[in-house]
């Protein structure tokens, strides 16, 4: 899922969107309940009609914004005191309240509110934190609103008996799909793997399993390995405002001296947009003038690069040859990503 | 003509530049010489191919950057010395050197190097200021390039006799068309209109004949009804950015309060991308964010306001009904823009 977060995949426009063949977009609660405010997005008619995006939207809870972007963050019972990071007005996001949010946005798939647990985390913390994460499931499950799907998120920390006992409580409520929450949180890789593959099969395997936050290729193949079916990054999207451009050949900075005069396009094996149409020396200039047309084309490049890459691995789960396709681009991964 | 002063129209694709109509672009010598380079420009093949755009383009000559951009500038006989505004490196251009840049630009409409007399200026200054342009002139014109139409640049400050003087200097070396240089340089409207009538009909008929950098809407009525054929301004695009929009019933500054739950189009009257998807409700929500969607979707709808007004005056012209269509749009322009 491409990252729209204030309801617009950054420099994208909707249609390009689709044009880029995405089938669904993550929008974040936290960042439209505080900016426009739900209840506007309400008025105009839902999040569909406010960007003019017809496929399915999934709204994250706002439980990882709340514990990665404000300040003066206080967990209570009941909810999640927090500062605006925008103006620093002050908040009480609850069950109730996250799931009137996702309501009035009117997304397909809504998530549960949970806390994400740090890493570290003692076992006393992280035990504490996902008993208070099945609470607010359970009230987010009763708040439910008609027509919406909502996901159950798995926390439990770095501990896999917590782990076992989240995934446990969550499909006691039956939800219509659970994601892996609170990984990639500063954890190393391995302790990040033996989670993901510990927790995966114990959720039921004919519903979506979602793995929060994660879009670094080599781990999102050892995570659909493990069963997970649905992915979210800012990667792509992010990376491209940056200048760094993921190519068949690997990471590229497009900045560097050497694409000055260089007439080639980014990616001789793209089919993209901007690889169908200008040279790395364009590219290299808009970057170097600012231009807001750098950010579009590159974006709209590493998209592309991205939905080929879940494209083509989705063929080949179809076809039953998912561990030749994790084996061949695991050489290709670790030969051009090495740094990442 | 729209200004794409970095081989880009600040936040638009070429392709979106042709389905609004834009027949011609603008760019600027002076920025490209500086970034990346006319020699780059010119080694992936020329400006059309660097940016992909097949229509007309006209490079200015860097005459009126150098008097607005550059600090330290020191106007010397055979050229201008300067500090670049990017990284302070001293450059000097000349005559030859700023036709050889649009040579390697491969602009389909050079203009000559010229000295933009600033405003206000003695007599003196003026006239020895419209001498060294005629100069540079002349050798532009001998150093012109192949295949390239070469515009010449009327200076001579707020001084009738000195026009007319620099104009016929010009037309006696016979350029392609003629341009009016000099104006909206802080001179109060009633001289430069004064100066636009009393010029324009100097300069020949049957040449187009161009009025640099002015694209106020009444000022463009009242050049036109002069004899002006062509305009290139920043106005609609640099207004975008800033989330300033012309519409069928005014100027709208879009992160007003009142837009806030508006599910409105920004225009009712307007058939642009933007108006036939949007709700002002949106936009302000871009705009506030920060998104670089707003940018675009607020430049598509000024340069489609724009050039919908250019249009709908060449058609007056070409039905011979211009000083009819003068005077209604004199009315709704000061009617809705009165401000500006």
Redesign the interface.
């Known amino acids: 899922m491409p990252v729209g977060t204030?309801?617009?995949v950054?420099?994208?426009?909707s249609d390009e969107m689709k044009e880029l063949g995405a089938e669904i977009i993550l929008s974040n609660t936290y960042h439209l309940y505080l900016?426009?405010g739900h209840?506007?997005i309400k008025?105009?008619?839902g999040l569909h009609e406010?960007?003019?995006w017809d496929g399915p939207v999934l709204t994250d809870s706002g439980g990882f914004q709340v514990f990665s972007l404000s300040p003066l963050r206080k967990i209570k019972d009941d909810g999640v005191e927090f500062r605006s990071h925008i103006d620093g007005s002050l908040h009480f996001l609850t069950a109730e309240l996250v799931m009137e949010i996702q309501g009035a946005l009117g997304s397909d798939i809504a998530m549960i509110f949970d806390e994400c647990t740090p890493y570290p985390a003692t076992r006393e913390y992280a035990l504490d934190s996902l008993k208070l994460t099945t609470k607010w499931a359970g009230k987010c499950l009763k708040a439910g609103n008609k027509g919406q799907a909502l996901f159950g998120i798995v926390q439990g920390g770095m501990y896999r008996d917590l782990r076992k006992q989240s995934a446990e409580e969550l499909m006691e409520m039956d939800f219509n799909g659970y994601a892996l929450g609170g990984l990639s949180v500063g954890e190393p890789k391995e302790l990040m793997y033996e989670m993901i593959n510990y927790t995966t099969p114990l959720l039921p395997h004919n519903k979506p399993r979602y793995l929060m936050g994660i879009g670094d290729l080599l781990d999102v193949l050892e995570a659909v390995s493990a069963g997970i079916d649905m992915f979210d990054c800012v990667m792509p999207t992010r990376n491209a405002r940056n200048g760094t451009l993921f190519t068949s050949q690997g990471r590229i900075s497009i900045k560097r001296e050497e694409f000055?005069?260089?007439?080639g396009p980014l990616d001789p094996d793209c089919e993209c947009y901007t690889c169908r149409?200008?040279?790395r020396?364009?590219l290299?200039?808009?970057f170097?003038?600012r231009?807001?047309?750098s950010?579009?084309?590159n974006t709209m490049h590493n998209l592309h690069f991205f939905m080929d890459f879940f494209r083509r691995m989705r063929a080949a789960v179809s076809r039953g040859e998912f561990e030749q396709f994790r084996k061949e681009q695991t050489v290709i991964l670790k030969r051009n990503f090495k740094e990442g």
Do not use: C
């Open positions: 204030n309801a617009t950054k420099a994208m426009s900016r426009p209840d506007v008025e105009v008619g406010f960007m003019k000055k005069k260089d007439p149409n200008f040279s020396s364009y290299r200039h808009m170097m003038s231009e807001i047309l950010m579009r084309l």
